[in-house]
């Protein structure tokens, strides 16, 4: 983290554009804290939309507009909101911005919005969303907040969209709809689209993640 | 969606359509909360009680009081509401007449309230319209599934102490890999009872 002794700026406080935090942030949401694959936050709907590519997308797209929006309001609010009454106060602003983006869903893909289901809805319980902004837009400037909410946003839907190509690949032989693997050789297993192959596939992303990091410390203490 | 009786939902919801195993829901508390036993007993109980309790108290809200009025909009906020404030009320109940079960059950309450699994089961209850015993059912029925999945996970947990785990999958990775193989074996019950 860079130091706070810097010149202020106006957006956020800090030096420049947010006091040189911003790649450090964004650098923290996406990758060292990666909220579904170090975190283990958000697993949920991670598991439940992943079985086609195109249905991770947009839940990802999703993700990244409720947290950026929700951590820009409640930064914007973190002086007026009284401490105990905050986290009815966040869930209010998540599930505002959620609906909306369900609504536009429903109004132009209406197919999309189906095949989401509940899923979109649960976005408001998304750990994700509620944790950047309890842990972060609270304590930070606006502009840093959606910086933030942008990063964890990332990490989510990039973590999301690996899930999604490799579950409907090795599911349906397809990606976005296109064939990849043909049916001369390749017998589409289709335990990767239920739902024993979504719990699979997150464990190996997750060892993955942990082979390049080192295990989580926290487990080692046990 | 034609009659399906109460009681075929809620042997549903337990096995075949088991809300953790099938819908993912509830995962986050499943994944941290099913290292011991004891500590999964107590959070499956009061899962089962929450997610029956709200899903009847939403499915009234929802059918006569926002649907006549054209405010379906407004079911996520309204649902996370009624859930928030269960929560609450029920914690306080609890503290002030059986102190016991509220040092048994109290420190779950709170992570009820963003367990998606609650969440979850109302809005499953709009999307397949169901009627009043039927979502009561599928409440019930999923709290108990719930609970099913996360004593099972925490009694392998528990042997799994004494195992050698690859290096890097230590930790949550097994734990997903343990929870594909029991989705698995949930998948068996497939054909026993059917719903959407």
Sequence with gaps: MADMKQPACVSCGGAGLCGGKALATLKDGSWTTNPLAVQMLGICSALAVTNRLENSLVMGAALIF????????????????????????????????????????????????????????????NCIVMGRAEAFALQNPPLLSMIDGLANGIGYAVILAIIGFFRELLGAGEVMGFRLLSDGWYTPNQLMILAPGAFFALGIVIAIFNHFKGPDPEEKKQ | MTETSALVILIAAIFTNNILLTNFLGMCSFIACSRQINTSIGLGTAVTFVITCTTAINYLIYHHILAPYNLTHLSFIVFIAVIAAFVQFVEMFVERFSPRL??????????????????????????????????????????????????LMAGLRQKMRYSNVPKPFEGVAIAMILTCVIAMAFMGFAGMVAIQ
């Design chain 2, 102 to 151: 509220y040092f048994a059950l109290g420190i779950f309450l709170p992570l009820i309230t963003v367990n998606c699994a609650i969440l979850g089961a109302s809005l499953f209850m709009v999307i397949r319209n169901y009627n009043f015993w039927q979502s009561a059912a599928f409440g019930l029925g999923g709290g108990l599934g719930w609970m099913a999945a996360i004593v």
């Design chain 1, 66 to 125: 409720v947290c950026v929006g929700s951590n820009l309001i409640v930064s914007l609010l973190r002086k007026a909101i009284p401490t105990r009454i905050r986290m009815i106060v966040e869930v209010a602003v998540i599930a505002t911005f959620v609906i909306v983006f369900d609504q536009f869903l429903k109004a132009f893909y209406w197919d999309m919005s189906k095949q989401l289901g509940p899923y979109v809805g649960l976005i408001i319980t």
